[in-house]
């Protein structure tokens, strides 16, 4: 019952604070919660996951083929100005430590739980966009390591 009353009010957090992807969610798991137990550990929550980078990634790529005539996405000079290297390099590094982050979100419940409650009221109060969790646990994760090392 306990995981229901939090979900209801994470539904009406969302609400309050007109966070879309967070309400509809939010409903989606709890219609869950009604299902069989032994069936919702059986759900692999990766497919979730795969399915909002895959989403994202559309949302990313959607440019290339909107501005057909604008070439700044081909111009291979573009990629080698301090702008696009700098890109290139926070690119790698943010997916090395997302990753990190992923690790540590299946690891350690205490950090999941502040990362997604950090996450979900960065999003509603502060006007963040929803897709900082991993990014979020890779910081986590560096912060951690920086901490165990001093």
């Known amino acids: 019952m306990t ?7 994470l539904i009406i957090l969302a609400a309050i604070g007109k966070n879309k992807a967070l309400f509809i969610g939010g409903i989606v798991v709890f219609l869950f919660s009604f299902l069989n137990k032994e069936y919702l550990l059986k759900i ?3 497919i979730f996951l795969n399915s909002g980078l895959i989403l994202l ?8 083929i909107q501005n057909e005539k604008d070439i700044t996405y ?3 000079r573009n990629w ?10 926070s690119g790698i590094f943010t997916v090395i430590i997302a990753a ?3 690790e540590l979100m299946n690891t350690n419940p205490s950090a999941a739980i502040g990362i997604t ?10 006007g963040g966009i929803p897709v900082g969790i991993l990014t979020g646990s ?3 994760y560096l912060i951690i390591k920086l901490l165990k090392k001093l």
Do not use: A, E, Q, Y
């Open 3 to 9: 995981n229901k009353t939090i979900l209801i009010f």
């Open 44 to 46: 692999n929550k990766n």
């Open 57 to 64: 990634m559309i949302w990313i790529l959607m440019p290339i």
């Open 74 to 76: 081909i111009n291979i």
């Open 80 to 89: 080698f100005s301090i702008d696009g290297l700098i890109s290139f390099l």
């Open 100 to 102: 990190k982050g992923l």
């Open 117 to 126: 409650m950090g996450s979900i009221i960065g999003v509603t109060f502060f």
């Open 138 to 140: 890779g910081i986590t």
